[in-house]
């Protein structure tokens, strides 16, 4: 080997990518596609479709919300068994143990799998993917209850453009790299401006804001409240630790960070998106916040967030809304056969 000249190593490394938009124009604030370009300039902020475990279970809950449910409705945390195609499907929770009764507040902040699942079927696998699919969510994700739980390989780029929707008051920036072109003289050059659009309205996305600030204060992410600032997010782990995510925003900026290997390895044993993913988020925070010490969250009955942007007419969010069924986990609301699938064990 020539002096000087670099030994690579054939040993799996761990990967990771980081991606930030500024929530009030959508323009993409920063953006880490892998541990270092020389080795490999694929972009797993953008290119890698990963499953994001229970990174995907808010638009489980914005569906549920929707359709009527309230972050003080109860439902019951407790053995569950769906039928499919391949035989019934009994899930667990990431704990392995069950809870009982509990407010869709605390199921959420908590990452319980079978609240999600008892939600999904019954509002409809369906609906859960319309609502991924409104949040700017374009990967192809198959109808099967499991998905609840996070079994869809989607990019962290639609992830943080989705997240974004919530401390936007509902209302979704298509996230951007060029703020204008100008040609040599300094004219503008025409060009399409960012897709902007309502998809949920303000009461759904406060009622989201309430349970992912949850997380952050009694949840599954209670280390990010050492920044002492108003923050709200989702982990996302999936089977065997091969993926971890946190998804998250203070009122100013919304971050996603993503770890895992390209070979689909394993982690490790706990490498949840706690442990592994949100380190990397608070780091990345603790510099976006800086300066931002008097920024809060729109509070009830407080005017709709104002924006850089101007907003798309569309159709009212209020006309996502289905008729609310009632919530007394009546087994009668499992879902329809379902296509023969892996399925996730215990995601959190």
Known sequence: MAAGRRRWSRTPVRRASLMAVDNASGEVVA???????????????????????????????????????????????????F????????????????????????AFAESRNIPALKLAARVGIRKVIET???????????AFLPIALGAA????????GAYSV?????????????????????LPLDEAPPDVREVISVDTARTM???????????????????????????????????????GFSPSVTCGTWIGYDTRESLGEKETGARAALPIWMDFMRAAIAGKPDENFASAGAPKKQLDVPVAKTPAAEDHKAAPKDDDDDESDAPPKLPAVAAPTANR
């Open 132 to 142: 991924a699919h409104r949040f700017g969510i374009t990967s192809n994700i198959p």
């Open 83 to 106: 039928p499919t195609p391949n035989g019934p499907y009994t899930p667990h929770n990431y704990e392995a143990d069950y809870r009982g009764t509990m407010s869709l507040l605390y």
């Open 209 to 247: 804001m309430e349970m992912l600030q949850a997380v952050v204060r009694m949840g599954t992410a209670t280390r990010a409240s050492e920044l002492k600032h108003p923050l709200g997010g989702k982990t996302g782990t999936t089977n065997d630790y091969t993926d971890a995510w946190f998804v």
């Open 31 to 81: 953006m880490v596609g892998g541990r270092d370009f020389n080795l490999s300039q694929f972009n797993r902020a953008t290119q890698a479709q990963r499953q994001v475990g229970s990174s995907f279970k808010p638009y489980v809950y914005t569906t549920a919300v929707e359709a009527g449910a309230k972050s003080t409705d109860t439902i019951v945390d407790g053995p569950v068994t």
């Open 153 to 160: 390989d989607i990019t962290l780029y639609e992830q943080v």
């Open 166 to 186: 919530f401390p936007n008051d509902g209302i979704r920036i298509e996230p951007h790299y060029i703020r204008k072109v100008e040609q040599a003289d300094g």
